[in-house]
């Protein structure tokens, strides 16, 4: 599993997603059998993130120092 995806649909969460940017992906098997996924959106005030289609991201590796600097964000 990829821990970076990017946002390729934001219909109905304008405000919560950004079309082509990078969004860090948490781990969540159950979501995962429904066909979801659970991401840190634009509201970080959730640490664990929220639940979204995951038809809305395309998986992404990107390098290692690209992932220590996101992570250390908090993206």
Known sequence: MSEFVIC???EG???SLI??????????PEAE????????DEDLSEPDGY???ASMFVP????????????AMGS
Do not use: F, S
């Not at 940017?21 to 969540?28: E, G, I, T």
């Not at 992404?60 to 992570?71: A, F, H, I, N």
């Open 8 to 10: 390729i649909n934001n």
């Open 13 to 15: 969460n304008p405000a």
């Open 19 to 28: 079309v082509g940017k990078v969004y860090r992906r948490l781990p969540d």
């Open 33 to 40: 059998a429904h066909d979801m996924i659970r991401i840190v």
């Open 51 to 53: 639940l979204y289609p």
């Open 60 to 71: 992404v590796e990107l390098p290692e120092r690209v992932k220590q600097v996101l992570m």
